[in-house]
């Protein structure tokens, strides 16, 4: 992702969220296509809500993320055009430790916590080579299910529509064909609306 220099652009990350029906199967499709487990991460995504932006609205995100031993700051920004879900985002890395100092911060300026998405993660990366340095991350999101998000990163928006091809092409060759074109956060908004109200005080 970005690096934490404040000069350094935006990245442009080039995903797609599928639901996964059997990981068994999945799991033995990443083997056949040269991809190995590099990493099983518990993640807390901390989701904010801006005092005077609709995000919802804007199509924009602000998360802290705690992943394992790391965490970082990420701002997404409107979704691009196209059929993969593509969209400029900045990253900044920080301690576990300043997680809880970061949200008093953003708490001081108005950002309030919207909700918090846990889940666990394992990574696979392609051992064979590939023109773009694919991930695929098989997702257990707590109350949500099971999903698995095909992600290339790339600096430039001239690279996007051949990302987007690859991305897609992968997902093929998997064999994942059901979209999930919703957030982990827009699933949970969406779960937690359609609960009865004692349930998610």
């Not at 199967?25 to 809500?49: C, H, P, W």
């Not at 998360?63 to 900044?92: F, H, M, N, Q, W």
């Not at 916590?113 to 590939?130: C, G, I, L, M, P």
């Amino acid at each position: 992702m970005n690096s934490d220099n404040p000069n350094s652009p935006a990245l442009y990350e080039v995903e797609q969220k599928f639901v996964v029906s059997d990981l068994e199967q999945l799991e033995k499709r990443l083997a056949e296509s040269g991809f190995s487990l590099v990493a099983t991460l518990q993640q807390r995504d901390i989701y904010l809500r801006h005092p005077v932006r609709d995000f919802r609205q804007t199509d924009e995100a602000l998360r802290i993320r705690v992943s394992g031993g790391d965490a970082c700051v990420t701002y997404k920004g409107r979704r691009l055009p196209g059929p993969v879900k593509t969209r400029p985002e900045i990253e900044l890395h920080i301690s576990p430790a300043e997680v809880g100092q970061w949200v008093q911060m953003v708490d001081h300026l108005g950002f309030k916590v919207a909700a918090e998405v846990h889940k666990t993660r394992r990574e696979f990366r392609a051992t064979s080579k590939r023109d773009y340095e694919q991930s695929v991350a098989l997702d257990h999101a707590e109350g949500l299910g099971d999903f698995a998000e095909i992600e290339i990163v790339v600096e430039r928006q001239e690279e996007i529509e051949l990302a987007s091809e690859r991305v897609m092409a992968l997902a093929t060759e998997l064999g994942l064909r059901v979209v999930q074109p919703k957030s982990y956060l827009g699933m949970l908004l969406e779960k937690i609306a359609g609960e009865p109200p004692e349930e998610h005080v």
